[in-house]
C-alpha cells in the first residue's frame, strides 16, 4: 500500500507559475513509477505526465509538453510538477498517482494503482 498527498495547488493568474509536491509513504517509493492526471469539472481525469521509477525517463501530455516539468527526488520520496505559463484551461484538481508496473506513459487511469486526495489549481484569466 501507498499513501500520496499532494500539495501546492492554488490561485494563480495566466501565465504565472506553481510547483505542485506528492510526499509517498508506505512502501519503497522507488518501486513505483510516478505519474500526474486533472481533473476539470464535467471532464474525464486526464494524463498530465509521468516518470520512471529512477527518474531518468518523462512522459508528457501534448497539452502540456514545453511547459510542465515533473521530476522526483527519492531521498524525500516526493514527486513534484513545476508548472509554468499556466493558463485557464489547465484549471482542474489535480492527482497524483503511483504504478506498481513501472509503467509512466499509461495514460489510461486504470493502469495506476494508487491515488491521492487531489489538490485544486484554479489559472484565472
Known amino acids: 500500500q501507498v499513501q500520496l498527498v499532494e500539495s501546492g495547488g492554488g490561485l494563480v493568474q495566466a501565465g504565472g507559475s506553481l510547483r505542485l509536491s506528492c510526499a509517498a509513504s508506505?512502501?519503497?517509493?522507488?518501486?513505483?513509477?510516478m505519474g500526474w492526471f486533472r481533473q476539470a469539472p464535467g471532464k474525464e481525469r486526464e494524463f498530465v505526465a509521468g516518470?520512471?521509477?529512477?527518474?531518468?525517463?518523462?512522459y508528457y501530455a501534448d497539452s502540456v509538453k514545453g511547459r510542465f516539468t515533473i521530476s522526483r527526488d527519492s531521498a524525500k520520496n516526493t514527486v513534484y510538477l513545476q508548472m509554468n505559463s499556466l493558463k485557464p484551461e489547465d484549471t482542474a484538481v489535480y492527482y497524483c498517482?503511483?504504478?506498481?508496473?513501472?509503467?509512466?506513459?499509461?495514460?489510461?487511469?486504470?493502469?495506476?494503482?494508487?491515488w491521492g486526495q487531489g489538490t485544486q489549481v484554479t489559472v484565472s484569466s
Open positions: 516518470i520512471s521509477r529512477g527518474g531518468i525517463n518523462t
Open positions: 508506505g512502501r519503497t517509493f522507488s518501486n513505483y513509477a
Open positions: 498517482a503511483a504504478a506498481r508496473t513501472g509503467s509512466y506513459y499509461y495514460t489510461d487511469v486504470t493502469r495506476w494503482d494508487y
